[in-house]
């Protein structure tokens, strides 16, 4: 098994870019999220997603969209970008039986 | 509102010596308290988990974590420490909830040095 599988690793973008930050596991986990991680401050969720088709906020989710069409997949979009959103962005999964995160290895994403 | 705290950034002990990470966490029912590892340049792998039942919770790489619910602490233990331990560890905290999805809150996460 991949676990949980994030791309690109590294990205740079300009301010006001868009982009698509991409994540897939192959567990079958019910539950995805998004988390972004500064210096400091640890990881803050973004948005989470407890099926395919539902979505919800999370701590920081201004800026960003999701959305989760399969179990396998739940794609973060940055909208227009600005550097506050420089971070690294990591996606994890997890079910209700299985109460511990997967993590994927994280995308560390500047923007300039 | 759930938290953790983390109280400090970096913790530095000699290789073969005991070390300890310290964690205290505040949430409204009863708690699932998680430790993590961070390695450079990785994404965060589980290291143990308190759900319920004995205090002393067992983990991967010799770890092990000591419930206080009088304390509300949860800190992260190893009788003796390698130099390949050096990482950066998280403490983390939800409510038992009823059942679904329940919101993880992280610390800030502690800086371990393992000095050779």
């Known amino acids: 098994n991949a676990g949980v599988t994030q791309t690109p690793k590294f990205q740079v973008l300009k301010t006001g870019q868009s982009m698509t930050l991409q994540c897939a596991q192959d567990?079958?986990?019910?539950?995805m999220s998004w988390y972004r991680q500064d210096p400091g401050m640890g990881l803050r969720l973004i948005h989470y997603s407890v099926g395919a088709g539902i979505t919800d906020q999370g701590e920081v989710p201004n800026g960003y969209n999701v959305s989760r069409s399969t179990t396998e997949d739940f794609p973060l979009r940055l909208l227009s970008a600005a550097p506050s959103q420089t971070s690294v962005y990591f996606c994890a999964s997890n079910n209700r039986e299985i109460t511990e995160a997967f993590f994927g290895q994280g995308t560390r994403l500047t923007v300039v | 509102a759930q938290s953790v705290a983390q109280p400090e950034d970096q913790v530095n002990v000699a290789e073969g010596n005991p070390l300890t990470v310290k964690c205290t966490y505040s949430?409204?029912?009863?708690?699932?308290l998680f430790w993590y590892v961070q390695y450079p340049n990785r994404g965060l792998q589980f290291l143990l988990k308190y759900i319920t039942g004995d205090n002393l919770v067992k983990g991967s790489y010799g770890f092990e974590a000591e419930f206080n619910k009088s304390q509300t602490s949860f800190h992260l233990k190893k009788p003796s420490a390698l130099v390949s331990d050096s990482a950066l560890y998280f403490c983390?905290?939800?409510?038992?909830?009823?059942?679904?999805?329940?919101?993880?809150?992280f610390g800030t996460g502690t800086k371990l040095q393992v000095i050779p």
């Open positions: 949430v409204s029912g009863n708690p699932y």
């Open positions: 567990m079958n986990h019910e539950y």
């Open positions: 983390a905290v939800r409510d038992d909830g009823s059942g679904g999805y329940q919101k993880v809150t």
